[in-house]
């Protein structure tokens, strides 16, 4: 069965920065490309960011090209999303997922991140 366990999630000012953490378990994760999605309230599922399966090619969103940086550690199935200076756009509930196009794959319970002054 496949988990996905985020956590680092928080309240942060803004141009603060968080590092998100996911724990992945019950599949190969390193076989697997991973990705990371949001969602802020009354919004849809937004593609934030993806790594292939050794980390060599990933995906950001043009909203956070530049700030976010994701990575992987694959002798410890951990998915990580460094985000620096953090926009109140930046708030939503973010979530882990398996495959290069998160939307469609399979989702943690959510870490939510908060910008706020």
């Known amino acids: 069965e496949v988990q996905l366990v985020e956590s680092g999630g928080g309240m942060v000012q803004p141009g603060g920065s968080l590092r998100l953490s996911c724990a992945a378990s019950?599949?190969?994760?390193?076989?697997?490309?991973m990705s990371w999605v949001r969602q802020a309230p009354g919004k849809g599922p937004e593609w934030v960011s993806a790594?292939?399966?050794?980390?060599?090619?990933?995906y950001y969103a043009d909203s956070v090209k530049g700030r976010f940086i994701i990575s992987r550690d694959n002798g410890q199935n951990i998915l990580y999303l460094q985000m620096n200076n953090l926009k109140p756009e930046d708030s939503a509930l973010y979530y882990c997922?398996?495959?290069?196009?998160?939307?469609?794959?399979?989702w943690g319970q959510g870490t939510q991140v908060t910008v706020s002054s």
């Open positions: 790594s292939n399966i050794d980390g060599t090619s990933s």
């Open positions: 019950g599949f190969a994760f390193g076989f697997a490309d």
């Open positions: 997922a398996t495959g290069w196009y998160g939307p469609s794959g399979q």
